[in-house]
């Protein structure tokens, strides 16, 4: 068997400063905008509160999650801990579908008796959390690609700038019109326009939970490819999944033609994989056609 060694580091943990920041200037904002949302009373604010507290929590586990990944692996963890972030990407999910339903079914009672809200207050507490969130999404945004971890994180914080937005909104309408139905009526909105973006990453992280083909892995043209490579006449139990973002790992039964040499087919297999695919650990054997009797095919 073989496998690609220098296996490639945690996406995210390229961006533990980034989320750092995020972090702390979160957390230093929370504080006033709990603070600001009791005060006036408006749900609208407490929404945007609810979900800054997300977000500290949320940015928190995903700098957990990194910690952990990069601990190096053990007998007990072969792989390491790079789970651990994928786990903090379908937590972050979790916790964020629960803040859109509890802001959705408070919403609700709203409207059959809006309260007053001191808007003015509002606005400028949401003003500053704005500023706070438009940072913390401009140093997200690039990362939020790279791994499901950092789109977990860079979703909380995305959250809080949309509630942020529509609490400002909100606080203009309330105090021109005194239309109070505007605040529980913009708090539903952002809550559905989070939940289908948050619905995507939970599905996401439970597929690779689930040890499914990652998204980026074409198995039947991989396959079709491995056929193509000299010495190889066959090919079965090919799975391809995810480790974490940015890390997918492969194993593979190749079976050798009559005049193949073993090492040959294994170092031409191994470049195919990781030149020609996505692949950053590979564990390939070669056999001979009548080994196979001898396996338990998966």
């Keep these: 068997m073989s496998g690609a060694h220098g296996m490639s580091g945690s ?11 995020v972090f702390f200037t979160t957390l230093a904002y929370l504080v006033a905008e709990v603070v600001g949302g009791w005060w006036t009373g408006s749900l609208a604010l407490l929404a945007d509160a609810g979900h800054m507290l997300t977000d500290v929590a949320g940015v928190g586990l995903a700098l957990l999650a990194i910690r952990f990944g990069e601990k190096p692996a053990t007998p007990g963890r072969t792989f390491g801990y790079y789970r651990f972030e994928i786990l903090a990407a379908l937590t972050n999910a979790v916790v964020l ?3 859109s339903i509890y802001i959705l ?9 809006p309260p007053k809200v001191e808007s003015t207050t509002m606005m400028w507490v949401a ?3 704005m500023v706070v969130n438009l ?27 949309l509630t942020s937005v529509g609490v400002l909104i ?19 909105g952002i809550g559905l326009f989070i939940l289908p973006r948050t619905w995507a990453l939970l599905k996401e992280s439970v597929n690779v939970l689930l040890e499914g083909t990652p998204a980026d892995v074409n198995l039947e043209a991989m396959r079709q490819g491995l056929l193509q490579v000299p010495g190889v006449a066959a090919v079965h139990d090919l799975h391809a999944w995810v480790l974490t973002s940015g890390v997918n ?20 297999t191994h470049d195919y994989l990781t030149t020609k695919h996505p692949i950053q650990h590979a564990t390939i054997q070669v056999e001979r056609g009548d080994f196979a009797q001898h396996e338990t095919h998966l």
Excluded: C
């Design 11 to 21: 996406a995210a943990s390229r961006n533990k400063r980034a989320l750092t920041i």
């Design 97 to 99: 579908i629960l803040i």
């Design 105 to 113: 079914y408070e919403a609700y009672f709203r409207f059959l008796n």
């Design 127 to 129: 003003g500053v959390g």
């Design 135 to 161: 940072y913390g999404v401009y140093l997200l945004r690039k990362s939020s690609g790279e791994s499901l971890n950092m789109k977990g994180a860079y979703f909380e914080v995305l959250s809080d700038l």
């Design 170 to 188: 909100a606080g203009v309408i309330m105090l021109t019109t005194n239309w109070y139905y505007a605040d529980p009526l913009l708090s539903a």
């Design 249 to 268: 790992a492969l194993s593979v039964h190749v079976v050798l033609t009559d005049e193949a040499r073993h090492e040959d087919v294994l170092t031409r």
